[in-house]
C-alpha cells in the first residue's frame, strides 16, 4: 500500500448504528486530520492530530469520535449520525505537524445515513 | 470570519482553449494559500503552496499568481486530462490558525 488508504470506501448506516472509519497512512508523515465534503460546500477541516495529539476539534458534534492511536493509523468512530451527516470523509496527512504544511488526501469514504 | 470564494463555478473550455480560475480571499493575515486539484471519487490532491502576494508557481500547464487579495490558477492550452475540480484553500495567521476551502471550480475541457 502506498499514500494515504481509507476504509470503507462506502458505508451505509442507520441513525442508531454505530460504525467507525479508518484512514492509514504509509507516508512516515507526522499529522493526521480528518475532512468533511458536502457537496456544493467547502471542505470542512474537522479534526487535527500532530503526533498522536488532538489539536484541534473545529466545533464538531460529539456524535463524531477520533481516535488516534499511532501516528500512521487515525480512526472516525460514529453513532447516532444524523442524515445530514451524509457526505464524504477524508483522511489526509502532512510531513509537518500542522495545517500549514501540504496535505495527501486518502480517497474518502462515502457515508450515508438513513 | 475567513473567508475563500472561487469563481467560477463551473468552467467548459475547448482543449488548448486558455484560461484562469480566480480564487478570491478574505482570510485574516494570510499565511499561506493553496491550490489542490481533485478528480471524481478521489481525495484532493495538491499542487501549489503560495505565500507572499506576487510569488508564482508552474506546473506542467498550470501557473498560480498570488496577489494580496486573490489568487489565480492560469491553464494554458489544457488537455481534456486536466478536467477536474480545482479548490484553493487559506491559512490565516495568529496563534488560533484556521484553514478555509473555497467551494472549486470544476473545470471540463473538451476534445
Known amino acids: 500500500e502506498t499514500g494515504v ?3 470503507p470506501r462506502h458505508l451505509v448506516m442507520g441513525m442508531t448504528n454505530k460504525k467507525s472509519l479508518k484512514c492509514e497512512q504509509h507516508l512516515g508523515h507526522n499529522a493526521m486530520y480528518w475532512y468533511k465534503q458536502s457537496a456544493k460546500k467547502p471542505l470542512e477541516l474537522m479534526f487535527v492530530y500532530n503526533f498522536k495529539e488532538q489539536t484541534e476539534n473545529n466545533s464538531v458534534p460529539s456524535r463524531f469520535s477520533p481516535e488516534c492511536p499511532n501516528s ?16 464524504l470523509y477524508l483522511c489526509a496527512s502532512s510531513q509537518g505537524s500542522g495545517i500549514d504544511y501540504e496535505q495527501y488526501f486518502g480517497p474518502g469514504t462515502r457515508l450515508t445515513v438513513t | 470570519e475567513d473567508q475563500v470564494t472561487q469563481s467560477p463555478e463551473a468552467l467548459r473550455l475547448q482543449e488548448g482553449e486558455s484560461s484562469s480560475l480566480n480564487c478570491s480571499y478574505t482570510v485574516s493575515g494570510l499565511r499561506g494559500l493553496f491550490w489542490y486539484r481533485q478528480d471524481p471519487g478521489k481525495g ?16 506542467e500547464r498550470l501557473k498560480a ?5 486573490e489568487s489565480f490558477l492560469h ?9 477536474a ?3 484553493c484553500a487559506g491559512i ?7 484553514l478555509t476551502f473555497g467551494s472549486g471550480t470544476q473545470l471540463t475541457v473538451l476534445p
Not at chain 2, 499568481?65 to 487579495?69: A, G, R, V
Not at chain 2, 491553464?75 to 478536467?83: G, L, R
Request: proline share 7%.
Open chain 1, 72 to 87: 500512521s493509523h487515525l480512526f472516525l468512530h460514529l453513532h447516532t449520525l444524523q442524515p445530514e451527516d451524509s457526505a
Open chain 1, 5 to 7: 488508504t481509507q476504509t
Open chain 2, 65 to 69: 499568481t498570488l496577489t494580496k487579495k
Open chain 2, 92 to 98: 490565516s495567521s495568529g496563534s488560533a490558525r484556521q
Open chain 2, 75 to 83: 491553464i494554458t492550452a489544457p488537455k481534456p486530462e486536466d478536467s
Open chain 2, 85 to 87: 475540480t480545482y479548490l
Open chain 2, 44 to 59: 484532493p490532491e495538491f499542487l501549489f503552496t503560495l505565500y507572499s502576494a506576487g510569488e508564482e508557481k508552474e506546473k
